[in-house]
């Protein structure tokens, strides 16, 4: 079982996330607020900190506690967060369809979660918090 560490949102794309401590996530949507989200498969996104380790050293000297993703979280391997698994956080539960992005970003956190972010859709609403569990369906 895995946990939440933070919660981010930004209003708009193109700007860092700030942590929120807490939000809603709706079903086929994503992560309320967010200027990511939208209907689709990409619709929140997950960094595991268990990732961190993946990072080369002078990469990591670049990353600041600057969010880029939705959820950050920790406690589950990676190899258990493989594209179709379903995860239940809070009250939500979201299906994972993609592992980084198609164009990998060299620099800072977006490195690191362009690369190993995991990527899904909200398949059942509800509210997610700092402390909530992650729990692997």
Known sequence: MGKVIAVNKAAQRGILKSNVHEGYLREGWGLEGDAHAGVG???VSILPLEAMALVPP???ATIADDYTENITM???PLDELGIGCRLRIGEAE???CYIGKEVPKEEGRPYIVSREGR???VVKSGRIAIGDAVILL
């Open 41 to 43: 498969d990409r619709q």
């Open 58 to 60: 002078a990469v990591r």
């Open 74 to 76: 920790e406690g589950i």
């Open 94 to 96: 979201v299906v994972i």
């Open 119 to 121: 990527f899904g859709k």
